[in-house]
């Protein structure tokens, strides 16, 4: 019922999503651009190379899938929206995607990554989605989860006026840590990140150094197997 829920929301959204999106985030001075190539910095920075099996997990319109296949080889994207998927086909034609999360096959993945996603998912629920993402890795690889921070006051108004965010509830750090350690993840570790805008970008090369610093705009909150 919750994918059938997101799918009916994302299908609406799909074509306005990207205009939507940089209307929310005016404040960097970015665009979704940026924002999707600093997490596959991030991945890379946590060994992910170009021959790693990656899932993009709730790939909506395929922002993140889009930047994955520039240097990575297997790149898959899951998302119960038909229509987000058909633009994310079109973006990143090298991928495979699917639409049901049983067609995902278990054990295959080195890496998994949940961009902005379980916001969107129902508190009772998101242990569950864990658990299903977490059976798709193979062993010794790990998930990825970025999460708006609910301590930045700019990220939470950006949010707050994101019109397909009406239904966000937003995660607690803590709440993420344990919900990894819940689904059997040894290991969990959890970074700030995204602190500086375009008006401040010779300040950005610091930013991996302020990992610890509870100001980012973004968490990144990495399960290991």
């Not at 993945?109 to 902005?116: E, Q």
């Not at 864990?130 to 059976?135: D, E, F, P």
């Not at 570790?189 to 300040?203: E, G, H, K, N, T």
Request: hydrophobic share 40%.
């Amino acid at each position: 019922m919750a994918d059938e829920q997101s799918a009916e929301k994302f299908d609406q959204y799909a074509e306005q999503y990207d205009a939507l999106h940089h209307a929310s985030i005016t404040a960097s001075g970015e665009s979704p651009v940026y924002f999707a190539d600093y997490k596959v910095d991030c991945l890379r920075r946590l060994g992910v190379t170009a021959g790693t099996p990656v899932l993009d997990y709730g790939c909506g319109i395929g922002n993140l899938t889009e930047r994955l296949v520039v240097g990575l080889r297997d790149v898959h994207g899951y998302d119960p929206s038909q229509k987000s998927l058909e633009v994310a086909r079109s973006r990143a034609p090298s991928a495979t995607f699917y639409q049901r999360d049983d067609e995902i096959p278990n054990a295959h993945f080195g890496c998994a990554v949940l961009s902005g996603v379980l916001h969107h998912v129902r508190p009772e629920q998101r242990r569950e989605l864990l658990q299903t993402v977490r059976a798709k890795l193979a062993p010794g690889a790990f998930v990825v989860i970025f999460e708006h921070n609910p301590f930045n006051p700019l990220t939470r108004h950006a949010v707050a006026t994101c019109p397909f965010d009406d239904d966000a509830v937003l995660l607690w750090p803590r709440e993420l840590k344990r919900l990894l350690r819940e689904c059997a993840f040894s290991r969990v570790r959890l970074d700030y990140i995204v602190f500086f805008p375009r008006a401040l970008s010779l300040l950005r090369p610091l930013e991996p150094r302020l990992r610890w610093l509870f100001a980012g705009a973004q968490t990144m909150t990495v399960g290991f197997g």
